[in-house]
C-alpha cells in the first residue's frame, strides 16, 4: 500500500510545482510560500480530526518531537529556496535539480538509517545524477541584469535538493512512533513559523494586499495540492523505506515537466529530454533494487 500513497505523492506534488508557478509570478516568494503554508496546515489538521489521531499527541516523546521540529526546518528552508528558484527559472529547470535530491538522500539513508545500498541502486543513483546534469542549462538573463543572474536559480533549487533530502531522512525518524496525519500537521506548524518570521523581518507582509485574485487562487489550489502530497508522502514514508519511498515521489517530475510544456510551452531541447528520461529511468530501477 505504500507504493500507492508514494505515487499519489508524486501526482499531487508535479501539479504543486505548476500552481504555485502561476502563483508567485507576481508575489514574493516568500510571502506567497507562508500563504500557501496555511493552507497546507488547516488542510494537514482537518485530516488529524477525520482519523481521530489528535488525542494522541501527549503520547509523542520528546526525541520524537525534536526530529519532526527538525524536519519541519528542513522543510521550511527547502521551500524557501524552492519557490524562489521557481520564481526566476523555469520550472523544467528549476524541478529536475530539486529532485536530484533523491541521491543524496538515498546517500543519507545509507549512512543514517542503515537502509542497502546495492549495485542497482548505485547504478540508479549514476543515472539520475547524470539526468539531473544533462537539464541544467543556463537562464538568460533579462536585459539590464548582471550575466550571473542567470544561474540564480541553479543556487537556490541546489540548496532546496539539499534542505529536502534532510526533511527525508529527519522525517523518517521523527514519524517512527506518531500517527502519520499528526506528524504531518506538527511538522507543518514549524514550517508555518518559520515562513512567517521571515515575511515580518523582511517587510514583505505589507504586500499581501497587493495580491490579486488569480494569484490567491492558484496559491491556495498548490497550498492544497501540497497538503495531498505531503500526507500521501508520510504515510508512505512511515511504511516504506526511505530509499525507495523518496525516488518514487521524485517521479513528479514527470507530471510537473508535461504540464509545463502543455501550460507555459516551455520546451525540452534533446539534451534535457535524454537527461529526463535518464533521471525517469533511474527512478524506476530503484523499484527493483
Known amino acids: 500500500m505504500w507504493v500507492l500513497y508514494a505515487f499519489g505523492s508524486a501526482f499531487f506534488a508535479g501539479i504543486t510545482s ?7 509570478k507576481d508575489t514574493d516568494s516568500h510571502l506567497a510560500t507562508a500563504l500557501r503554508t496555511i493552507v497546507v496546515a488547516l488542510f494537514a489538521w482537518v485530516m488529524v480530526l ?24 528542513a522543510t521550511g528552508a527547502s ?30 539513508a545509507f549512512v543514517f538509517l542503515g537502509e542497502g545500498l546495492s549495485l542497482l541502486k548505485v547504478v540508479c543513483m549514476v543515472l539520475i545524477a547524470a539526468g539531473t546534469m544533462l537539464m541544467i542549462e543556463k537562464k538568460p538573463a533579462a536585459e539590464g541584469e548582471i550575466g550571473r543572474k542567470g544561474w540564480a536559480w541553479l543556487v537556490y533549487a541546489a540548496l ?32 508555518l513559523v518559520m515562513a512567517w518570521l521571515i515575511v515580518f523581518v523582511t517587510g514583505k507582509q505589507r504586500q499581501i494586499r497587493q495580491i490579486d485574485k488569480r494569484s490567491w487562487l492558484f496559491l491556495i489550489l498548490s497550498g492544497f495540492a501540497t497538503g495531498g502530497s505531503w500526507l500521501c508522502y508520510y504515510r508512505a514514508l512511515q511504511e516504506g523505506p526511505a530509499s525507495v519511498v523518496v525516488p518514487i515521489d521524485k517521479l513528479s517530475i514527470v507530471v510537473t515537466v508535461g504540464l509545463a510544456w502543455l501550460i507555459f510551452r516551455e520546451k525540452l531541447k534533446l539534451k534535457s529530454g535524454t537527461g529526463l528520461a535518464l533521471i525517469v529511468a533511474g527512478t524506476l530501477l530503484l523499484l527493483r533494487a
Not at 505548476?18 to 508567485?24: C, E, P, Q, V
Not at 489521531?53 to 524536519?71: E, K, P, Q, V, Y
Not at 534532510?166 to 514519524?175: F, R, S
Open 18 to 24: 505548476i500552481l504555485a508557478k502561476i502563483g508567485i
Open 79 to 108: 521551500w524557501l529556496c524552492y519557490f524562489r528558484a521557481l520564481q526566476i527559472g523555469d520550472v523544467n529547470k528549476v524541478v529536475p535539480v530539486d529532485k536530484s535530491s533523491t541521491v543524496l538522500t538515498m546517500l543519507l
Open 160 to 191: 532546496s535538493a539539499l534542505f529536502a533530502s534532510l526533511t527525508a531522512i529527519l522525517g523518517k525518524v521523527g514519524i517512527a512512533g506518531v500517527e502519520s496525519n499528526l506528524g504531518t500537521a506538527l511538522r507543518t506548524m514549524v514550517v
Open 50 to 73: 477525520v482519523v481521530g489521531s489528535g488525542g494522541t499527541i501527549g503520547d509523542i516523546d520528546a526525541r520524537t518531537l525534536l526530529f519532526l521540529g527538525l524536519s519541519g526546518l
